[in-house]
């Protein structure tokens, strides 16, 4: 028998969670971050283990990449501006794969993290369904990787907009590609929030291409590691 339990208090605590965003102490908190805070609560309080609720909740991990695909019909509805700006973006593209796998590594490597624990940070720009798939295909840990994907669209989600502000990013365009290409869907769907129609549209190409872009470039890079 099919347990309800993990997808119930999912959807129940994503739908508190965009109730209580119109407090205005929790405003500018993402509804996942939220919700994810009070099943933490929830598993902690009641001794639920994670693996009963993982279990219960997968369907809507299912959901997850038709709910990604979706995001692509701004895409296809502004293919004029992609053209005219398509220079611009695909630059945008390869330096933010870039710069978010080899500083990821870096960064890593001097506070001498493990090889395993580097590998399962690398896509941790790259939407969820894609990132947990990169992730296996490495050998690499999923959860973590879930965890640290989540972490970073959060954190662009929450601070992305006024950090591109404190260095007087005005242009729409450059926007929404920061805020896809860094933090993925999260980032986007503030972009949504905000309501600014160019933002999203390249967000929503960013954080698509982005991940192709990754999941050809994180196995080549650390083939030559081994190599090296």
Not at 137 to 145: D, F, M, Q
Not at 161 to 183: P, Q, Y
């Amino acid at each position: 028998m099919i347990n309800p339990f993990g997808f119930i208090i999912t959807v129940l605590y994503f739908k508190i969670a965009q109730k209580l965003k119109k407090l205005p102490i929790l405003k500018n908190l993402p509804p996942i971050l939220t919700a994810g805070i009070l099943l933490i609560l929830t598993l902690e309080l009641f001794d639920i283990d994670y693996k009963t609720y993982n279990e219960s909740a997968s369907y809507i991990t299912l959901l997850l990449i038709p709910a990604t695909i979706s995001l692509g019909y701004p895409i296809y509805k502004n293919t004029k501006l992609l053209k005219k700006n398509k220079r611009i973006i695909y630059c945008a593209f390869f330096v933010a794969v870039f710069v978010a796998v080899i500083s990821t590594y870096i960064i890593a490597k001097f506070c001498h993290t493990n090889l395993n624990i580097i590998e399962s940070m690398l896509p941790k720009s790259v939407t969820a369904p894609i990132a947990v798939e990169i992730s296996k295909s490495i050998g690499a840990i999923p959860e973590l990787t879930a965890c640290v994907v989540v972490l970073t669209g959060v954190f662009g989600a929450l601070f992305g907009h006024k950090i591109l502000a404190l260095c007087k990013v005005k242009n729409d365009i450059a926007i929404g590609l920061s805020m896809g290409a860094s933090s993925h869907v999260i980032g986007t769907s503030r972009c949504v929030e905000i309501g600014k129609s160019k933002q999203v549209v390249m967000a929503s190409v960013a954080f698509v291409l982005v991940a192709l872009i990754t999941t050809l470039m994180i196995p080549l890079f650390l083939l030559f590691l081994n190599l090296d």
